[in-house]
Every structure is written in C-alpha cells, then in structure tokens.
C-alpha cells in the first residue's frame, strides 16, 4: 500500500504473554520511528530506526520491550511479560532521510492486556 | 521535553478561520516548526512545516514571526472534519531524523 501499515489493528492478551507488533513503512522511507498512546494521553516516544540500526532508545519504558528492524523495511516492537499498564495504541510513523521532511503515521495497534 | 507552548482548547464556528497558536520562545536557529494533527482513534496527520518565510499549502497556512519565537496555524475555512487535536512540533534540521517529540497540543473544536 501507500501509506505506513501496522499489524494487528488490534490485539487483546493476557497479563504475562507476550506479543509483537509489526509495522511496514512506507517503501524507501530510511527513518521509522515507535510511539505510544495511552487513553487520553499524548504521543509517547519510544525508539527510532536509521535503517536497521536504532540511535536513540532512550523511551523505551523497560527492558521488557525491544525493537528490531530488519532489511531497512518492515520492524518489529515486542513486548515481553505485558502487564496492564502496557495498555495503549502504538504507534509507527516513517519518513524519508533528510533534514525537514515530514514523518507519515500509520492507524496504529490497539493493544488491551487483561 | 517538548519545547513548545499552546493553549489547551479552543472553538472555532464552521466556515470561519481558525487561528492556533504556538510559542516556541526558545527555537534555534536550524530548527523547523511542525504542524500535525490527531483526528480521533487516527494517527497524526502532517499538516505543514516552516523553517523562517510563511508557508502554504492546500491544507493550511503557517504564519511565522520575525523573531521566530510563535507561529500561527491557520484553517481558512473549518470544517467539522477539522476537528482534532493541533500538535505544534519544533525539530532540527540536520541530515539525520530526530524524533517528533509531541507536546500536549489544541483541541480546536469546530461548531456548527
């Protein structure tokens, strides 16, 4: 497709298991970047990829989370042990290399844990 | 730390312009103002972005000040669909890509 594409639309698990999220960018697009959204909140930003190697990491909330990218396309955001607290909309977002460019967000993941 | 202040909500009738406002009192000098908004259970949406000159485009105008310390988006004609959260973002210029840092934003709702 065109735009940025994220899967599951949703995604219902329980306390404990674990659970990937996948996001295809938008082709050619170098940067892709992972947010969260809790309700009622703002954008929380979590990890950003240049290709496959990921610069900053510095929102990740914990080390239950973690992000891979593979071939400079499709990532991967995986949650280990999901508590209820991890319940949000994430979020992946793309864009090209290069100064003043803007960034073009996928619908994102609704993930409930219960 | 989002670096950028704007009120929390404001109305605007449909059919008129909608004005939203964005301190960035501490802006650099390689910095870009951005503008995306947040339609309800959607992703944000870019609207536009300026360096120093003003901006349009077929979505809105953005109206920087000389100082470049505030800026204004401008909506000509809002429309119910206009209603969202309005996220004014400042970010780097550089050959890298810097994550958006999203502040809380406007909620600009539009009345009929």
């Known amino acids: 497709g065109a735009g940025v594409s994220q899967s599951p639309s949703n995604k219902v698990t329980e306390k404990g298991k674990d659970v990937e999220l996948r996001c295809d960018p938008i082709s050619g697009h170098t940067a892709l970047y992972w947010y969260r959204q809790s309700l009622g909140q703002g954008l929380e930003f979590l990890i950003y990829?240049?290709?496959?190697?990921?610069?900053?990491k510095s929102g990740l909330p914990s080390d239950r989370f973690s992000a891979e990218r593979t071939g400079g396309s499709v990532s991967t955001l995986t949650i280990q042990r999901t508590q209820q607290e991890d319940s949000a909309v994430y979020l992946c977002?793309?864009?090209?290399?290069?100064?003043?460019?803007?960034?073009?967000f996928g619908q994102g993941t609704r993930l409930t844990v219960v | 730390d989002a670096k950028t202040t704007q009120p929390t909500s404001m109305d605007c009738a449909e059919g008129r312009a909608a004005n939203l406002p964005c301190n960035h009192s501490?802006?650099?000098?390689?910095?870009?103002v951005y503008w995306y908004r947040q339609i309800h259970s959607q992703g944000p949406q870019y609207i536009i972005h300026g360096l120093k000159n003003n901006e349009t485009n077929e979505m809105a105008s953005l109206i920087i000040t000389e100082d470049r310390k505030s800026s204004t988006l401008i909506l000509p004609h809002a429309t119910l669909r206009d209603t969202a959260v309005y996220y004014c973002i400042v970010r780097v210029a550089n050959s890298g890509n810097t994550p958006l840092v999203f502040g809380k934003g406007t909620r600009l709702s539009v009345i009929a």
């Open positions: 977002a793309s864009s090209k290399q290069g100064s003043g460019t803007e960034a073009f």
């Open positions: 990829f240049q290709g496959n190697s990921a610069p900053d």
């Open positions: 501490t802006i650099s000098g390689n910095e870009y």
